[in-house]
């Protein structure tokens, strides 16, 4: 085969060329997101039951602000938190929380059982997410719960075509492009998740509002700089239109929906302490 003369033939996987955990301001991008969303999968956890007594696995934790939420305010017994790269986990440790550097595609990444296995915004990014739903729906133990959250994309073809929208379509096609990034099967979590035997299952969507300088409009603003040559080799657009989406998002003008969060969850059949599934 010819070498390609394109820069992001070989991006490879989630944190090589695109979103590398090195690259100055990373931890900061994580963290908006994190800011926009917290609150909800700390809500969602709390309401599924996970309080004290609870081992819990969070897998592709990023800079940990759930697993130390989930320590020091749902004050469960223990989370082992698994990435891929740990600097940002490692920097900010408190009592329970173990780390352990880890690709959570390799068979066997991790051992024993746990009653909350979580996962946000990290299937979407693999292309192993078919598999490894049952993978991590085995490291549950009876009872217990797996809670996935990733990204729903609203910017369908109905949408107005506004400079967000022409951008988050190009992010959308680049990251799929690059790196195998897929938001299509988020929708189908809790049929996989059923697939998967766990059950009842159930699922949610939050959709942060895009306020100028709010931290969920910082965050497109700082993932679309950070994936922008995936986004211009689509085609679709170019730096002009990518600087005007900046700009449109950080201004009053914006009227955009934001991607939304899908959280979906399914309980291992088994001796559950708490109603099947359900909230408490
Ligand atoms: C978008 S961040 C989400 C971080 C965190 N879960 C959150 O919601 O704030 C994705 C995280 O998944 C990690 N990740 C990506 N691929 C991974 C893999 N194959 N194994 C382990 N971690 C992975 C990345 O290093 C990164 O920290």
């Known amino acids: ?35 926009a969303y917290d609150d909800i999968t700390m809500a969602r956890l709390r309401a599924l039951g996970v309080g ?25 017994a223990s989370v082992l938190a698994v990435d891929r790269d740990v600097r940002f986990l490692g920097a900010r440790t408190v009592p329970g929380l173990d780390v352990r550097e880890a690709d959570i595609t390799a068979p066997d990444f991790v051992s024993g059982r746990f009653r909350l296995v979580h996962a946000r915004f990290v299937l ?32 369908g073809d109905r949408m107005p075509d506004t400079p967000y929208s022409r951008v988050m379509r190009a992010m959308w096609q ?63 657009v170019d730096d002009t239109a990518v600087d005007e989406a900046v700009r449109y998002l950080g201004s009053e003008e914006c009227a955009a929906l934001s991607a939304g969060m899908l959280t979906a969850w399914g309980r291992k059949p088994g001796n559950g302490r708490g109603p099947e599934g359900g909230s408490r």
């Open 124 to 155: 979407m990014h693999l292309p192993e997410r078919d598999r490894l739903i049952p993978a991590l729906a085995d490291l549950v133990e009876p009872g217990g719960v797996l809670v996935l959250s990733d990204a729903v994309d609203l910017t």
């Open 52 to 76: 004290p007594g609870w081992r819990c696995l969070d897998v592709g934790a990023g800079t940990g602000t759930v697993s130390r939420r989930l320590l020091e305010e749902a004050r469960v």
């Open 174 to 236: 680049g990251l799929r492009a690059t790196i195998g990034t897929d938001v299509s099967r988020v929708p189908s979590y809790p049929h996989l998740l059923r697939e998967a035997g766990l059950g009842p299952v159930a699922a949610e969507i939050h959709v942060p509002p895009l306020l100028p300088g709010s931290p969920i409009s910082r965050f497109w603003a700082d993932t679309w700089e950070r994936s922008r040559a995936a986004m211009l080799a689509t085609g679709l």
């Open 1 to 35: 085969m010819e070498p390609s003369d394109d820069p992001l033939s070989g991006a490879g996987r989630y944190g090589e060329a695109v979103f590398p955990p090195g690259r100055a301001g990373e931890g900061e991008r994580i963290d908006f997101g994190a800011l």
